[in-house]
């Protein structure tokens, strides 16, 4: 099946650092979507890139697609203690197996104030 | 209020002894989704539904069943529970998968096999 590498696992900060996580993929993605959850909550979606060198900004978060569509990045600008949780990325397969939907292993975002 | 909503919240039981997993969703959504999540290992998919009556297997489904006879339920079946399958569990619907239309979650099934 589809496997994407996310990294870093963890991510300490301080409360005003910068923030970056990434998704690798070996082979070209349709799409890439990117989660967050809080501690003890669910996961919620934050957002869905398609196209290729794709850039979207939410508020502090900024999101990339790559030019080859093979890797994203979510990257948060002067983090605060409401950005803590995990943030996964996760991919569709492709052709008739459009629904089955693969999760990056997530990386855990503390941040210290 | 739109949400999916999962049953029971809290489980514990013993190896062998057959459960269900609730979840029903109230948005008409088409897609409808079982994920198992354990440190470590993040969300793995177990089952997923493209609509009424389509299952199909994610990238762990052995040892589970699921079945989507009504558009808004989708339960999760464990047959005989083992000690393997403690995690904990989230239901998950959106319109379309992969659409850019937001996947919603429910609030997660804990579960523990004694």
């Known amino acids: 099946g589809q496997q994407v590498m996310q990294i870093p696992q963890y991510q300490h900060v301080q409360e005003g650092e910068d923030f970056t996580t990434y998704c690798n993929s070996s082979?070209?993605?349709?799409?890439i979507q990117w989660y967050k959850q809080r501690p003890g909550g669910h996961p919620v979606f934050l957002i869905q890139?398609?196209?290729?060198?794709e850039v979207k900004k939410q508020k502090r978060l900024t999101f990339q697609f790559g030019e080859a569509k093979k890797n994203s990045s979510l990257h948060i600008t002067a983090t605060q203690t409401t950005d803590v949780g995990t943030y996964f990325c996760?991919?569709?397969?492709?052709?008739?197996?459009?629904?089955?939907?693969?999760f990056g292993q997530g990386t855990i975002l503390t941040v210290h104030p | 209020e739109a949400q999916v909503t999962q049953n029971p919240r809290y489980l514990i039981t013993v190896t062998g002894k057959k459960l269900t997993v609730t979840c029903s969703q109230n948005?008409?959504?088409?897609?409808m989704s079982w994920y198992r999540q354990d440190p470590g290992l993040g969300l793995r998919q177990i089952y997923y539904?493209?609509?009424?009556?389509?299952?199909d297997k994610g990238d762990v489904p052995e040892g589970y069943k699921v079945s989507r006879k009504e558009k808004r339920n989708f339960p999760l079946i464990l047959e005989s529970p083992s000690p393997n399958q403690t995690s904990l569990y989230f239901c998950?619907?959106?319109?379309?998968?992969?659409?850019?239309?937001?996947?919603?979650f429910g609030p997660g099934t804990r579960l523990l096999v004694l």
């Open positions: 998950a619907s959106s319109l379309y998968p992969g659409a850019g239309e937001t996947q919603y």
């Open positions: 082979t070209t993605l349709s799409n």
């Open positions: 890139l398609v196209k290729s060198g």
């Open positions: 996760a991919v569709n397969a492709g052709g008739t197996s459009y629904g089955k939907l693969t």
């Open positions: 948005m008409n959504h088409e897609y």
């Open positions: 539904s493209m609509n009424v009556e389509v299952t």
